[in-house]
């Protein structure tokens, strides 16, 4: 599976919420670094493991297949497994088997603590709902967490750069604030996205 780079380049770049292969072709051009898809979720944007595999094979070497999902039931995780994701991203306190060889990303949202066993955590209070994240709890986060810290919440090409520059997370996340419609992606946002949120990074 792509390694989690030590250093973004410069800043650490996810679309989530991809319902289209076309999509993904499009996020893999405008220079992302990982892609979502949301599985075993009650989310409109949910997608079946067909779907999941079909967009997953549009990703080159180095792009990480993420598998977005808020099952509690350790089946259903396994399934999402099997649509053959470089890494997992769980709001449920599931385990995932260390045959699994992905990467885990834990969410965590205000009053939440600190996940131990994980990868990544991403801070998301919205879950693609466009709600925006709490800097206070943000900064927080970024300031205690050994692993990298992804944000999420209500991000756009408008605001990207300067929430990075606040709260300078290892990368950030986005589902609706680059779409025309529930997981249909707009072209045209998602590369002003990825544009907006490199020339944000604090580092740069």
């Known amino acids: 599976m792509p390694a989690i780079p030590a250093t973004p380049r410069p800043v650490f770049v996810k679309i989530c919420g991809v319902t289209r292969p076309e999509d993904a072709s499009v996020i893999v051009a405008a220079g992302a670094d990982a892609v979502g898809v949301v599985m075993h979720s009650n989310s409109p944007r949910s997608c079946t493991p067909g779907q999941a595999r079909e967009i997953f094979r549009e990703l080159?070497?180095?792009?990480?297949?993420?598998?977005?999902?808020?099952?509690?039931?350790?089946?259903?995780?396994?399934?999402?497994?099997?649509?053959?994701?470089?890494?997992?991203?769980?709001?449920?306190?599931?385990?995932?088997?260390?045959?699994?060889?992905?990467?885990?990303?834990?969410?965590?949202?205000?009053?939440?603590?600190l996940p131990a066993d994980c990868d990544m955590v991403i801070v998301d209070a919205s879950h693609g709902r466009g709600e925006p994240f709490d800097p206070v709890f943000a900064r927080m986060i970024v300031a205690a967490s050994p692993v990298p810290v992804l944000l999420a919440g209500g991000l756009s090409p408008e605001n990207v750069g300067a929430a990075i520059r606040s709260i300078k997370p290892f990368g950030v996340d986005v589902a609706s604030g680059v779409e025309t419609a529930v997981g249909v992606k707009d072209h045209s946002r998602v590369r002003a996205f990825v544009r907006a949120a490199r020339r944000g990074d604090p580092g740069a």
């Open 60 to 113: 080159p070497r180095g792009v990480l297949r993420v598998v977005v999902t808020h099952t509690g039931s350790p089946d259903r995780l396994g399934a999402c497994l099997a649509a053959g994701p470089d890494a997992v991203q769980l709001s449920q306190p599931l385990a995932v088997p260390p045959s699994a060889d992905v990467t885990v990303i834990r969410v965590v949202s205000p009053g939440d603590p």
